[in-house]
């Protein structure tokens, strides 16, 4: 269909910015920051139309630019040449989840000399996604995946750190989202995709298997969060950082729900597929996810992630840095969104030049993201061998 302009014709040139999915969980929060920018111009493209529409509409007050809408289906057969008469110099891919999904979007973009941006956090996608770089380079595109929680912003915060330890050993961090916060079916499907399977984790110096939302257990987060139940979480970083910080001798990574019956429940869920009575809970997403959204208003809308670093300091003593990221009001859903928000402000000012396909390790500063959710309900707070 015809790229349909929402607003009047702004006489400057922004920076057109598509956003695949711009009006689901994620994608609407990156549409209505990016919005606010005056040298971007914000493309709402997606399978549903009347929904990217009725965003437009909804944020026509407060977007600077012209907001555009584009019918895009990802998979089409000529979704290179959708993307290229939508005058887009930037794609920002939002429609997970991307466990299931290969390469066709990034490709696209490539082909088209567009620069692409993903938030992907499954571990093979992002793993595989160098098979791009030669094209991309060839082609003069930025193409970055996992512009989200982890890899951007893990790898931000031990960036941060990494100096204060002379040896950094162990890494263990996890996320936990208030049960009040928006869900998508993406989401969901992305965490049964690996529930009761087995995947490798770097531990005490070794490829080990676990078991996906196993090893359920209680941590204590800072106030208001409180204690919370995690299990084991299956994400790119448990490869990119064996790769990139060779000194560490564990990598655990975990996530949770707040409710604890709706945490337990998925955890029993999982020995389905664990003893294979099940083959993939991911096929069962839709019902759980209808499941989960009759008991949205109960819990809170408080969330928060955190990183524990350890290792040996530069006088030769234990060194224990804990990270932690607290979000109240609701915000915690914009947590996923920064990164991917960083970079596109980066690329649309020139700041990020370096062509080629990779993984968003090391790409933005634990600083610009604090910058960046300034004026939303997000904070953190740092204990040290505590």
Same mark, same amino acid.
């Given at each position: ?22 009006? *689901? ?6 549409? $209505?920051? +990016?919005?606010?920018? !005056?040298?971007? /111009?914000?493309? @709402? &493209? ?75 956090? *499954? ?6 996604? $160098?098979? +791009?770089?030669?094209? !991309?380079?060839? /082609?003069?595109? @930025? &193409? ?85 139940? +995690? ?156």
């Amino acid at each position: 269909m015809d790229l349909k302009d929402k607003q009047s014709t702004n006489k400057q040139s922004p920076y057109p910015i598509l956003i695949i999915g711009g009006y *689901g969980n994620f994608g609407k929060k990156i549409t $209505e920051t +990016l919005a606010k920018e !005056a040298n971007i /111009q914000v493309i @709402i &493209a997606g399978r549903n139309e009347r929904k990217a529409e009725a965003l437009a509409k909804q944020l026509s007050t407060t977007a600077i630019n012209p907001l555009k809408t584009l019918a895009l289906e990802i998979n089409s057969a000529d979704i290179s040449d959708q993307l290229s008469i939508s005058t887009a110099k930037l794609v920002i891919h939002t429609s997970g989840p991307f466990q299931a999904q290969g390469y066709n979007v990034a490709e696209a973009c490539i082909d088209a000399g567009i620069h692409y941006i993903d938030l992907a956090d *499954g571990r093979l996608f992002v793993e595989g996604f $160098e098979s +791009l770089n030669d094209q !991309a380079q060839q /082609q003069s595109v @930025i &193409a970055i995946t996992g512009a989200s929680s982890v890899p951007g912003l893990s790898s931000a915060v031990i960036e941060h750190y990494k100096s204060r330890f002379k040896s950094l050993q162990e890494l263990n961090y996890g996320i936990a989202p208030g049960n009040q916060t928006e869900r998508g079916e993406a989401t969901v499907k992305a965490i049964l995709s690996y529930s009761g399977l087995n995947f490798k984790r770097w531990q005490d110096n070794r490829w080990q298997d676990v078991r996906g939302w196993q090893n359920t257990h209680r941590h204590n987060f800072p106030s208001p969060i409180g204690s919370r139940w +995690l299990a084991n979480c299956d994400i790119p970083d448990l490869t990119l950082f064996q790769q990139r910080y060779p000194g560490l001798e564990s990598i655990r990574f975990y996530a949770g729900l707040e409710l604890s019956f709706l945490h337990l429940g998925l955890w029993s869920l999982s020995y389905l597929a664990r003893f294979k009575f099940i083959k993939n809970l991911a096929r069962y997403s839709r019902p759980l996810t209808l499941i989960s959204t009759w008991v949205q208003q109960l819990g809170s809308d408080v969330g928060g992630m955190y990183m524990e670093l350890r290792g040996i300091n530069h006088k030769n003593e234990p060194q224990r840095i804990i990270w932690n990221l607290i979000a109240e009001s609701g915000d915690g859903p914009y947590i996923p969104t920064i990164a991917s928000i960083i970079l596109a402000k980066k690329i649309a000012k020139g700041q990020l030049s370096e062509t080629g396909a990779q993984a968003c390790v090391g790409l933005f500063t634990l600083e610009e993201f604090t910058k960046e959710v300034e004026n939303w309900d997000i904070h953190q707070q740092v204990l040290e061998n505590d």
